[in-house]
T-cell receptor
Framework: QKEVEQDPGPLSVPEGAIVSLNCTYS??????FMWYRQYSRKGPELLMY????GNKEDGRFTAQVDKSSKYISLFIRDSQPSDSATYLC????????????FGTGTRLLVSP | NAGVTQTPKFQVLKTGQSMTLQCAQD?????MYWYRQDPGMGLRLIYY???????DKGEVPNGYNVSRLNKREFSLRLESAAPSQTSVYFC?????????????FGQGTRLTVV
């Protein structure tokens, strides 16, 4: 079983929909959680970062961590066609980029 | 304002051939990384360099070698390519290895080994 599980999708939604992207993990020691967005044929770019539990909001994006359930979510409000991309979760026990364990990514398609 | 630049963008190799993937960053970052991305496997760390003059193995180092040529450049070498090394390779850099949030990826090299 992988340490980090992520549904590969694709997840297809109409423009304006609320999108929920999720990851589950097995290592209860993870405490740094990140979401990356990867456009087709591009490298990943950091979207959201959360330490430990709780919510974090940035514009239309909200990251949520539930450590008791070992479950993290990324919500996108008022989704736009430009949000069409693959979303990768990543997490680690300790700080250090080389320590990150990445999910496989969920492909999101937002249709006009 | 290039960020992290990888060359080449695409490459086809025959089994047994060798090649070097180049990576350069212009952000004065100390740490650099090589990942491979495969369907269903996610991003996996091959090697990283915490600072100029140091390199360390990641999760999947077998079949690869790296060189931190200077602070800007970090190359990945495949000595004898195998079909299992068909993948998309990403280079990344960060100001230090400690800071999770300040890492940037290049655009990737798509490598096919036939």
């Amino acid at each position: 079983q992988k340490e980090v599980e992520q549904d590969p999708g694709p997840l297809s939604v109409p423009e304006g929909a609320i999108v929920s992207l999720n990851c589950t993990y097995s290592n209860s020691a993870f405490q740094y959680f990140m979401w990356y967005r990867q456009y087709s044929r591009k490298g990943p770019e950091l979207l959201m970062y959360t330490y430990s539990s709780g919510n974090k909001e940035d514009g239309r994006f909200t990251a949520q961590v539930d450590k008791s359930s070992k479950y993290i979510s990324l919500f996108i409000r008022d989704s736009q066609p430009s949000d069409s991309a693959t979303y990768l979760c990543a997490m680690s026990e300790v700080t250090g980029f080389q320590k990150l364990v990445f999910g496989t990514g969920t492909r999101l398609l937002v249709s006009p | 304002n290039a960020g992290v630049t990888q060359t080449p963008k695409f490459q086809v190799l025959k089994t047994g051939q060798s090649m070097t993937l180049q990576c350069a960053q212009d952000m004065n970052h100390n740490s650099m990384y090589w990942y491979r991305q495969d369907p269903g496997m996610g991003l996996r760390l091959i090697y990283y360099s915490a600072s100029e003059g140091t390199t360390d193995k990641g999760e999947v180092p077998n079949g690869y070698n790296v060189s931190r040529l200077n602070k800007r450049e970090f190359s990945l070498r495949l000595e004898s390519a195998a079909p299992s090394q068909t993948s998309v390779y990403f280079c990344a850099s960060s100001i230090t290895q400690i800071r999770n949030t300040e890492a940037f990826f290049g655009q990737g090299t798509r490598l096919t080994v036939v």
